[in-house]
T-cell receptor
């Protein structure tokens, strides 16, 4: 597609339920990133994928959070047993890896999924 | 912790140059400085990046000090559409966004 697509755009769920957030990166982009942004805060890095593997998962807040990427394309961020503090906008970005380090990669962001846990 | 420090907010008159400062005193030699902005309810948008030299593109200019410990993003002729939160980030193997600078363009 022309840009990074995230779905759903809004998700309201009850505490304790599981949710899945989807990200469709720009076609051909090998790197994919997930961030979380709480109200009025900056972006919190969660995880990034190079192809289907995630070199660094240290940003995931707890073991209730997991992410996978298949076929080097679509990624899913899953939050199990959601809590109210999980309420935030979840942003996905992708980039065309130009080098083996992150330093040279411009990220293109989706519009995000706004998650509200009641 | 963010590796950059930015003022929380700034005002700029429409049509004037907006100069947004960023301190990154702990930057190391192979770390790039990136600037993104986030307009309300949208995902962040890439603006510009640099390593050592000053850079210019159609959106902005980036001035990096010789010691690389600080930089300034310049929007040469600010418009109301430039109202956004501007993030200065340093990237090597970690990606850390701070809280950015909320830029208000005044008509």
């Amino acid at each position: 597609g022309a840009g990074v697509s995230q779905s759903p755009s809004n998700k309201v769920t009850e505490k304790g339920k599981d949710v899945e957030l989807r990200c469709d990166p720009i076609s051909g982009h090998t790197a994919l990133y997930w961030y979380r942004q709480s109200l009025g805060q900056g972006l919190e890095f969660l995880i990034y994928f190079q192809g289907n593997s995630a070199p660094d998962k240290s940003g995931l807040p707890s073991d209730r959070f997991s992410a996978e990427r298949t076929g080097g394309s679509v990624s899913t961020l899953t939050i199990q047993r959601t809590q109210q503090e999980d309420s935030a906008v979840y942003l996905c970005a992708s980039s065309l890896i130009q080098a083996s380090v992150l330093a040279k990669n411009i990220q293109y962001f989706g519009a995000g999924t706004r998650l509200s846990v009641l | 912790d963010a590796k950059t420090t930015q003022p929380p907010s700034m005002d700029c008159a429409e049509g004037r140059a907006a100069n947004l400062p960023c301190n990154h005193s702990t930057i190391s030699g192979n770390e790039y400085v990136y600037w993104y902005r986030q307009i309300h309810s949208q995902g962040p948008q890439y603006i510009i990046h640099g390593l050592k030299n000053n850079e210019t593109n159609e959106m902005a200019s980036l001035i990096i000090t010789e010691d690389r410990k600080s930089s300034t993003l310049i929007l040469p002729h600010a418009t109301l559409r430039d109202t956004a939160v501007y993030y200065c980030i340093v990237i090597n193997d970690k990606i850390i966004f701070g809280k950015g600078t909320r830029l208000h363009i005044l008509p």
